[in-house]
């Protein structure tokens, strides 16, 4: 006689574990669109109170609103940025932790350094672009004799090659990168001077002691406006509000020339795709929040708010163009 409970049982077995694998994904799409079920960690690769800080902080209260868990601000500078995300690529990839990282970390400092501990190509998953801090080439009022113009200020440091000096804050740094595409475009040779910071560049520049620096526009505004600086072009693609009559460095002779310090977020590779679907809309929300980008460009920085994407494809294109400035100007650190 036939044993219908040994007939059963692999039928029972296939259908129970046919139910477990409908179930399975389901338990996972949940855990996705629960998140976040905890606090946020983000991981900021400079210290308080500068600009990516700042910035980054203030958009914190939204996202706590609107993600309904803290996002707490962890700094850890050093190494240009290496250090903090070093510790972002070895975390888990649940979105619970992510890193603030620079154009040097992300996009630079590959070509800087002779080892980086970590490949920001294959290590990280972009998440989304915070802001761009345009930089100003600013002269003394007294080369206004000489060169009113970016145009006349080219043609006088081909007249007198290396007599021309230029200031910028730290060696490796957007603005030390900005200054050597400057030159090799106009195909110029300058005294390159790094400072520590931009305000100190700005006051000697005041001061005689340089001819040019590259300086962010916090460090220089308000002297530009007393007309203590001369302010010969901004290095972004687009003019700047707050300097709406000074042209960019392309309309002013150098077209195709397109420099800014630059930082978004990131999560570690392997980061579900939906939970960054997430945090990408949270922080372009915020990003274009009216208020927040009038406080933005008050500080100098212009919001960049776009795709996840989009933030992968600027990082790559920004570093081949790095990579070609730091090996024609042979720059090196570590």
Do not use: C
Not at 4 to 24: D, E, N, Q, S
Not at 51 to 62: E, N, Q
Not at 243 to 266: K, M, N
């Amino acid at each position: 006689m036939m044993n219908f409970t040994r007939l059963l049982r692999p039928v029972a077995f296939a259908a129970f574990t046919g139910l477990a694998a409908l179930a399975m994904p389901t338990a996972a799409q949940n855990a996705v669109g629960d998140f976040p079920i905890k606090p946020i960690q983000v991981v900021v690769t400079f210290p308080p109170g500068g600009s990516s800080d700042a910035v980054f902080r203030m958009i914190v209260p939204r996202l706590n609103e609107k993600l309904g868990q803290p996002v707490i601000v962890d700094n850890r500078p050093g190494a240009g940025g290496n250090v903090g995300l070093t510790l972002v690529a070895r975390a888990p990839a649940d979105g619970y932790t992510l890193g603030l990282g620079a154009a040097g970390a992300l996009s630079a400092n590959v070509s800087l350094y002779p080892q980086m501990p970590f490949d920001a190509m294959k290590d990280f998953k972009p998440v989304a672009m915070l802001a761009a801090i345009p930089f100003v080439i600013v002269g003394n009022p007294s080369m206004k004799a000489k060169a009113v113009t970016l145009r006349e200020l080219i043609a006088l440091a081909k007249a007198e090659p290396d007599k021309l000096s230029v200031g910028y804050g730290g060696n490796g740094t957007a603005m030390h990168l900005s200054a050597a595409l400057f030159a090799q475009m106009a195909n110029i040779q300058l005294n390159e001077v790094p400072y520590r910071g931009s305000g100190p560049v700005a006051l000697d520049v005041m001061g005689g002691q340089l001819s040019l620096g590259v300086v962010d526009l916090p460090s220089a505004l308000q002297q530009i406006k007393a007309g203590k600086l001369i302010a010969y072009a901004v290095t972004s693609a687009r003019r700047l509000p707050m300097l709406p009559d000074v042209p960019t460095v392309a309309e002013a002779g150098l077209p195709g020339y397109d420099s800014t310090g630059w930082f978004g977020i990131v999560a570690p590779a392997g980061t579900p795709e939906p939970i960054v679907a997430r945090l990408n809309a949270e922080i372009n929300a915020a990003l274009t929040d009216e208020a927040i980008k009038t406080k933005l460009r008050n500080m100098g920085v212009e919001p960049e708010p776009g795709t996840s994407a989009a933030f992968g494809v600027y990082i790559r294109s920004e570093t081949a163009k790095w990579a070609n400035v730091i090996r024609i100007a042979r720059i090196k650190l570590g």
